[in-house]
């Protein structure tokens, strides 16, 4: 099984999206599917141009030649695609709403009816399954009720099936092993299972998703804390280590 996980974090390594994505790969592998990971923000495509050259030309190819037409192809061989985004401004990142844009050279500019509501044609037989991934700052499941619904309608947009989430809010709770050892590597260990899910029973159990989302201080803790940590970075004027 061929997985690619597209990574829409502009933090790379240092951010908790990457503790998603790396705990999620682990889980994927250790269940025998192959993952490529595509971390857009090395990458850098450029933005959509509105230009329409993708929709209408022979090669159906995007006039930007910006390396995503062959992460296009490899996307084509892959039986998932897995976005993983931080929640930005209640939406996905900016690097991945370029991707979404970029999609169109994969899809058909003429339209046809799917269950009463128009689509665009699919252009390729078979567009791997979608997943997604995301880590959101604040504290309430809510804060990813955007970027959920985005992706699932880009999946339908894109003629595909999704398989469903594993959300991390509170995502620096994640960065603090030290404080909270027993529920980060609890929370890890969910995310591993995550991965594993996807490639044995193409779905989440909720029993791991709830082990991902688990916060383990109460809301008005959380609030202490995190201005305590606000205050001592405005103090030092920088964002500090955690
Ligand atoms: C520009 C920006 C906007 C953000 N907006 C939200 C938001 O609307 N809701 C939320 O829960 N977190 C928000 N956050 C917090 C991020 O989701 C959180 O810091 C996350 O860990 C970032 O991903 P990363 O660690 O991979 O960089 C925002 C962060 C940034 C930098």
Request: glycine share 8%.
């Amino acid at each position: 099984m061929n997985i690619i996980v597209i990574n829409g974090s502009p933090s790379l390594k240092k951010g908790m999206t990457y503790q998603l994505i790396s705990n999620f790969i682990k889980g994927c592998e250790s269940a025998g599917a192959t993952v490529e990971q595509i971390d857009l923000q090395t990458m850098k495509p450029k933005f959509c141009l509105g230009c329409m050259h993708c929709f209408y030309s022979k090669d159906h190819l995007c006039v930007h030649k910006d390396g995503m037409a062959e992460v296009h192809q490899k996307i084509l061989k892959a039986d998932y695609m897995v976005m993983a985004t931080p929640v930005y401004a209640d939406g996905v990142s900016g690097q991945m709403k370029t991707f979404m844009d970029r999609f169109v050279p994969l899809i058909d500019v003429r339209f046809e009816i799917v269950y009463g509501h128009y689509r665009h044609i699919k252009l390729h037989e078979k567009l791997p399954k979608v997943a997604l991934l995301s880590v959101a700052g604040f504290y309430e499941m809510d804060n990813f009720d955007a970027v959920e619904e985005h992706v699932k309608k880009f999946t339908l947009h894109i003629q595909s099936e999704f398989v469903g989430s594993v959300l991390r809010p509170s995502s620096y709770i994640l960065g603090m092993d030290q404080i909270f050892t027993d529920d980060v590597k609890k929370i890890k260990e969910g995310i591993v299972r995550a991965g594993a899910e996807l490639v044995k029973n193409g779905a989440f159990s909720q029993d791991t998703l709830d082990q991902v989302s688990n916060t383990p201080i109460d809301k008005e803790m959380w609030l202490l804390g995190s201005n305590k940590f606000h205050e001592k970075c405005l103090e030092a004027g920088k964002f500090l280590p955690l």
